[in-house]
């Protein structure tokens, strides 16, 4: 078997562009402070991207420290006492959070450029 096949290199791209739209909802999460529906539809699509990352075996050590950090980055979110304010330690997971975002990314740029020199 291929070690990055035509159709990881397809799941790839698009979890590449998703966490794309996920950054960008994060984001405006933060912005606004605290939108239940957004979070909603960040968790569901974050969701999406966990299934369909178990297919591509070298994003696990990666995905798991993004799932950590997006963890501890809610559980930060959750403990406001002032939902209006961010406080030092959502500023930390937040930048945490986006290194592992890059880091994961960048695995998958890896798949899809090996995957489309095997499919050529």
């Not at 291929?2 to 909802?25: F, K, M, R, V």
């Not at 930048?95 to 095997?118: F, M, P, Q, T, W």
Request: charged residues 30%; glycine residues 4%.
């Amino acid at each position: 078997m291929l070690s990055h096949s035509p159709e990881q290199a397809a799941i790839a791209s698009e979890i590449a562009q998703q966490l794309g739209a996920y950054e960008d909802g994060l984001r405006e999460l933060l912005q606004r402070r605290w939108d239940p529906e957004l979070y909603r539809r960040l968790s569901d699509l974050f969701d999406e991207m966990q299934m369909r990352a178990t297919l591509l075996p070298k994003l696990a050590a990666s995905w798991t420290e993004l799932l950590i950090t997006r963890v501890d980055l809610t559980h930060a979110l959750w403990a406001l006492s002032s939902p209006s304010r961010i406080n030092g330690k959502v500023v930390a997971f937040h930048a945490r959070h986006k290194v592992l975002i890059e880091e994961v990314r960048r695995r998958c740029l890896e798949y899809v450029a090996k995957g489309e020199r095997v499919g050529t």
